[in-house]
């Protein structure tokens, strides 16, 4: 299975919108969104059938037994988080607690204890056509990493032998983004021409180099400012870094998305330029280190 991930450094580049474009172009049995936190790659491209949800446990919450607290106070002083309080009596903030297991280990009476918590939900969408993976981060969870690899391991043990899975990633340089981009075979970043979308995008560089995965740039709204465009194409080809191609800002491509479709399901020219850009990224992709398909 070859993973080409899509990502941006942050959010309103039109990373979804390109990675749903790809998945249209490449007819792809096999996809994921790993932005958990806010994932909104399943309004675009339509599922038509309910998921299988799964609860998804990540780190375990402190809880105290009322009934053997001895009100010693050992849990409160020593919780470097500020997680417990007392009035009537002691209680553990579980938005607050990270699960270090301080509080159990004062305590003398083992009143306190590790429970499993719910941090979000899985979803899996499966057909005879499509395998399509994603998750939703629990309000106030703090372990959307951990929930991208089960995003990504949920999709390949769904399917795989399949030939190609493409991935909409997490925004950002976090937790998800490193839980996003760890095991895929390339990364095309979705770069606009902002003083911000270049820092960005050097980042996502960096950081996608240490792992040795194979990169590839688009500029997405190019025509907005063409002299950081142009910034980035020269980055480019100084780095030694292939360079897909430039998508204009189209504003029936606005329509597209509010509509429930992809770019490439009507005539515009965004939806002309990514087509472009995806034949070169395929290229790229499945190309092996001799040069040749």
């Not at 936190?37 to 998804?56: F, M, R, V, W």
């Not at 607290?69 to 997680?83: H, L, V």
């Not at 719910?118 to 994603?134: D, H, K, P, Q």
């Not at 998508?247 to 491509?253: E, T």
């Amino acid at each position: 299975m070859k993973q080409l991930l899509i990502l941006s450094g942050k959010g309103g580049t039109g990373k979804t919108t390109i990675a749903s474009a790809f998945i249209k172009l490449s007819n792809a049995k096999v996809y994921a969104d790993c932005d958990v936190d806010a994932p909104n790659l399943h309004l675009i491209i339509g599922q038509g059938s309910e998921p299988k949800k799964t609860d998804y446990y990540g780190l375990p919450k402190s809880e105290i037994n009322p009934e053997l607290c001895i009100e010693c106070d050992q849990c409160r002083q020593n919780c470097r988080f500020d997680a417990i309080s007392v009035k009537r009596t002691y209680k553990v903030d579980s938005f607050a607690c990270e699960s270090c297991g301080v509080c159990e280990y004062v305590c003398p009476v083992d009143a306190i204890s590790l429970k499993p918590a719910i941090a979000g939900e899985l979803m899996l969408y499966t057909n005879e056509e499509r395998v399509f993976s994603t998750a939703q981060l629990k309000m106030g969870s703090g372990t959307s990493g951990m929930l991208v690899t089960e995003v990504k391991k949920q999709m390949k043990l769904a399917d795989p032998d399949t030939e190609l899975a493409i991935i909409d990633g997490s925004p950002g340089i976090g937790c998800p983004f490193i839980a996003s981009l760890s095991g895929v075979d390339m990364v095309l970043i979705v770069a606009e021409p902002s003083i911000s979308g270049i820092s960005d995008m050097e980042r996502i560089i960096k950081t996608a180099a240490k792992f040795g995965t194979k990169i590839a740039i688009c500029i997405n709204k190019f025509d907005t400012n063409y002299a950081n465009t142009e910034k980035i194409e020269l980055f480019c080809k100084n780095k030694g870094l292939t360079f897909v191609g430039k998508i204009p800002f189209d504003s029936d491509a606005v329509k597209a998305i509010n509509n429930g479709q992809t770019i490439v399901d009507i005539n515009c020219a965004s939806g002309l330029a990514v087509r472009e850009a995806y034949n070169k990224a395929m290229e790229l992709l499945f190309k092996d280190d001799n040069g040749s398909r």
